[in-house]
Structure formats: C-alpha cells, structure tokens
C-alpha cells in the first residue's frame, strides 16, 4: 500500500534553534518528492522538489534531503523563526496523472 | 498575483442543503484539482480536471460534482450535503498534470455541516 508517514507529530523549539522533520514512504514506482508549509488557515506552499537522481536541496533555509534507497526523506530548518510555525506535509508522488501522495505532516512551533 | 482564489472561504449548510465552491485561478494552469483535509489525515483528492473540457474522479468522489467552466474555473458541488462532508476544501492548480510541475493552492473553504 502506498503510504507517506510523517514524524514526529509535533514540535516545538525556541527560536533560533535548528531542527529536522522526517518523512518515510512506500510509494513505488517513485517519481519526486515534494514538501510543503501549511500556516494555519491557509492552503500549503511548496518548499522542494526532488527527483530520484537528487539527494539534496535547498531553499533558503530550509534544507531537503532524500534517500531514495531507503525511501526516506528530511527536512532541516536552520535558525528556526516564529513565522517558520506552520504544518509541514511531506508529500511524495508515483507515476501517472495526479498520483500524489500526502503525509499526515508535522506540525511545527517555534517559541520566543 | 492572486494565483488561485477560492469562494466563499467559510460556509455552514444544514444537511441536505446543496452549494458550489468555486475556484478560480490566472497562472494560465492547464490542470486543476480538488482536494479535501480532515483533521489527522493527509490531503485527498476527490476530483481532478488534466485540462480543459475533462474531469476525472479522484480518491473520494462520492457525494461532489465539478465542472471545468473554461481554463481558469473549477467548480465543486454538493448536492445534498451530509455531516461526513464537514471539512477544509483546497483548490489547486498545476501547469500539467503529471511529472514535476508545481501545485498552486487556494487559501481553502472551511465547510461545516449540520
């Protein structure tokens, strides 16, 4: 079954602070990998996306990372901010038309 | 730059009641979608249009309709609304419909039945 999990559920840090969310998946064929930032209230944004032949990739200070072996992937933020506070969905998509698959996300805090 | 624009952005139906959520978007896209988000679950895509002039089911079509109205709308439709269809409703839009392009989402419908 095609499945996309996300962890840890929930986080909170203080600002200033790095963290790093996971996502594992079981979708197959693969195609590329996608996150996304959700704020409250509002539709997601996306962040990367990752093709089979990349293992990284960066936007701003968000860092993705894939491993396309393991079928893992990560997403790091450095110096985390109060606006980085958002949902992020990790979702991975297969082949064919509009085969996307979404993670439950994690939803992220940043505290003063 | 208002790329996807959905309306209304908060709606309350009595079961039964009918209502179309329409969505609109200026990316000149040729793929639109439908997507809902219930609390503790990943979004679902219940209808999808790959270009003008088709639709196609997604994962939950039950109980919606659409129409591709021309290449900038996509309207969903409840025909009789049931307290299983409270949920967040997401308009999305993409240049092709497969491969690597982009997702664009509307700030979303929050619809509550009773």
């Known amino acids: 079954k095609n499945q996309v999990e996300q962890s840890p559920q929930s986080l909170i840090i203080l600002e200033g602070k790095n963290c790093t969310l996971q996502c594992n998946y079981t979708v197959s064929p693969f195609s590329n990998l996608r996150w996304y930032k959700q704020d409250t209230g509002r539709g997601p944004v996306s962040l990367t996306i990752m093709t089979f032949s990349e293992n990284t990739k960066s936007n701003g200070r968000y860092t993705a990372t894939l491993d396309a072996d393991t079928k893992q992937s990560s997403l790091h933020i450095t110096a985390s901010q109060l606006s980085d506070s958002a949902s992020y969905i990790c979702v991975v998509r297969g082949t064919g038309a509009n085969n996307l698959f979404f993670g439950t996300g994690t939803r992220l805090t940043v505290i003063p | 730059n208002a790329g996807v624009t959905q309306t209304p952005k908060f709606q309350v139906l009595k079961?039964?009641?009918?209502?179309?959520?329409?969505?609109?978007?200026?990316?000149?896209?040729?793929?639109?979608?439908?997507?809902?988000?219930?609390?503790?679950?990943?979004?679902?895509?219940?209808?999808?249009?790959?270009?003008?002039?088709?639709?196609?089911?997604?994962?939950?079509?039950?109980?919606?309709?659409?129409?591709?109205?021309n290449k900038r709308e996509f309207s969903l439709r409840l025909e009789s609304a049931a307290p299983s269809q409270t949920s967040v409703y997401f308009c999305a839009s993409s240049e092709g419909a497969g491969g690597n392009y982009g997702y664009t989402f509307g700030s979303g419908t929050r619809l509550t039945v009773v």
């Open chain 2, 15 to 69: 079961t039964g009641q009918s209502m179309t959520l329409q969505c609109a978007q200026d990316m000149n896209h040729n793929s639109m979608y439908w997507y809902r988000q219930d609390p503790g679950m990943g979004l679902r895509l219940i209808y999808y249009s790959a270009s003008e002039g088709t639709t196609d089911k997604g994962e939950v079509p039950n109980g919606y309709n659409v129409s591709r109205l």
